[in-house]
């Protein structure tokens, strides 16, 4: 039985489904304690049950994307602030190969802050 967290990505049109199946291997590679969690009708990414990044889809841009829950702590360009106080974005083109190290560093940069001590995590 398909649950609702596996539908979100398997209903997904190609080849937006395809780039959502591979950002979450990417995003659950980073460290074993992130767990997919369903919030808000949205994938969520915990670390150690603190919400750090999730996946949607921009209306606006047709693009899927990572949005990074403390994302106004981070100067990179290609992270985007729209009408977010606290998160940022990062677009992707579904037709194009993913910048694996890219997103790497900036996923290691977001655990590091809860890792580090600077986002409080519940005891």
Request: proline share 5%; with cysteine; glycine share 4%.
């Amino acid at each position: 039985m398909q649950n609702e967290l596996d539908a979100f990505y398997l209903n997904k049109e190609e080849p937006v489904r395809s780039c959502f199946l591979a950002l979450r291997a990417i995003i659950l590679a980073q460290d074993v304690e992130i767990k997919n969690v369903l919030k808000y009708s949205m994938p969520f990414f915990c670390y150690q049950g603190k919400m750090f990044c999730y996946l949607w889809f921009h209306k606006k841009y047709k693009q899927p994307y990572i949005g990074i829950v403390e994302g106004n702590r981070f100067d990179e360009p290609f992270l985007i602030q729209e009408v977010r106080s606290r998160m940022k974005i990062m677009l992707f083109d579904p037709n194009e190969d993913l910048p694996m190290q890219t997103i790497e560093n900036i996923l290691q940069k977001a655990i590091n802050l809860y890792k580090t001590g600077v986002i409080k995590i519940k005891e």
